[in-house]
């Protein structure tokens, strides 16, 4: 035994733990006034063990013929799978691009003519740069 | 079958006499952890008839896997739990080192009881373990079962609690010798 454990032992043994003649007659007395408890029986069910046995294989039954209705009901011919093209057509609606001028108020008919100002001055810009005739 | 299951199964049947007999082995030693564990010496006395009255009552339940005696500390520890509260909060700060049972009960020697560094040093869990280790000779597995903690938790703390009061002994090796040496 090492040193700490030596100790420890005799430390313990050195507290004084006498056990009054009093506290020893008032144990006794609270003991005579208690009774050990009897440990709660589980209670039993009342249903007999062969019960569950029918009530098991009735579902199981059950289950098994929902299963073969089921079944049955998938029996007639099976269609064909349709073909599907990976690819599907895109579809362009056809617009009425012909549209009527809006009516602009002044300003702005003003920011329009601005615009198209701009808009042909990138375009010459882009012909300088490019080269190309659009 | 022991002379011990015999108690106990005598005490089962509502014997008091066996069971008086059966606690008879266990009483000093269970009121000496409970004056460690307790604010004052009346708790202490008091945790102890809990903790038998508790037995008695509750003895159908004891499982003969387990050694009576963890049985016991298991009972004692919650006991001495439940009266400790409610005196920390009725005494508050009044309580003091002096109403400490220890320092009723430990006999005067020159050198300090390391119970006592234990207490002061170590949670009340940490000091339950090293006591029920060290004390009791218990093993890791029925210190777990007193405590209700896993074995695991219970062998670190150990350790711990080995580590604490390791250095505390070497501090007080080494005022011992810086003092005889002036």
Known sequence: MDKLATRLREDAADIDAQVSAELDHRIRVSLHNVSPERPKAVPRSSRPFSLWWASSLTGAAVALVVIALLNLDRTGPVSEPVAVNAVQQIVIPDLNLNVEAAMLTSPLAEELANLQADFRRAEMAVREDVEIDF | ?182
């Open chain 2, 1 to 182: 079958m022991s002379d011990e299951l015999k108690l106990i199964d005598a005490a089962k049947g509502g014997s008091v006499e066996a069971f008086t007999e059966l606690i008879q082995r266990y009483r000093e030693r269970l009121f000496r952890f409970l004056m460690t564990r307790c604010g004052s010496y009346a708790d202490a006395e008091d945790a102890l008839q809990d903790t038998f009255i508790n037995a008695y009552r509750y003895i159908a339940t004891y499982n003969p896997q387990w050694r009576f005696s963890t049985w016991l500390y298991r009972i004692a520890i919650r006991n001495a739990a439940r009266l400790r509260p409610a005196n920390i909060a009725e005494l508050g700060e009044l309580r003091d080192e002096e109403s400490d049972p220890l320092t009723y009960c430990i006999s005067q020697s020159e050198r300090d009881n390391l119970w006592r560094s234990a207490k002061r040093l170590l949670s009340d869990e940490v000091f339950a373990a090293m006591w029920l280790r060290y004390v009791e000779d218990m093993s890791v597995k029925d210190i777990a079962a007193v405590l209700e903690r896993s074995s695991s938790w219970t062998k670190v703390n150990l350790l711990r609690g080995r580590r604490a009061l390791e250095a505390e002994l070497n501090n007080e090796a080494h005022k011992t010798g810086s003092e005889s040496y002036g």
